[in-house]
């Protein structure tokens, strides 16, 4: 299984972006169940939880973002996403996906490599 994490980049303070995150060679069934989530890091911190979301489709957000960012997942086309607007200098970070079974922690599953998303005026 390969996760392909695409979408960052440079944008202004309010301004909105839309990553993606597309999972290879995972048959449907398990994409289905996996809990996905996108986490964030900072310079000289560990990954924090962005947003998760369950095989069954309950999410969770960080209060930091909450009202602000959604995350969806899309079962045809394997690819989980989150949109994320209002951006605020503060949510400049490299961001990653993570797929993994229900009820494990991300460790158990699958990352992708980071995007960096840098909210600047």
């Known amino acids: 299984v390969q996760l392909q994490a695409s979408g960052g980049g440079l944008v202004q303070p309010g301004g909105s972006l839309r990553l993606s995150c597309a999972a290879r060679g995972i048959i449907l069934s398990v994409f289905s169940g996996n809990t996905h989530a996108w986490y964030r890091q900072f310079p000289g911190q560990e990954r924090e939880l962005v947003a998760s979301?369950?095989?069954?489709?309950?999410?969770d957000y960080a209060d930091s973002v909450k009202g602000r960012f959604t995350i969806s997942k899309d079962y045809g086309k394997r690819t989980v996403y989150l949109q994320m607007n209002s951006l605020k200098p503060e949510d400049t970070a490299v961001y990653y996906c993570n797929s993994r079974p229900q009820r494990t922690g991300p460790q158990s599953g699958y990352w992708g490599q980071g995007t960096q998303v840098t909210v600047s005026s």
């Open positions: 979301i369950t095989g069954g489709g309950s999410t």
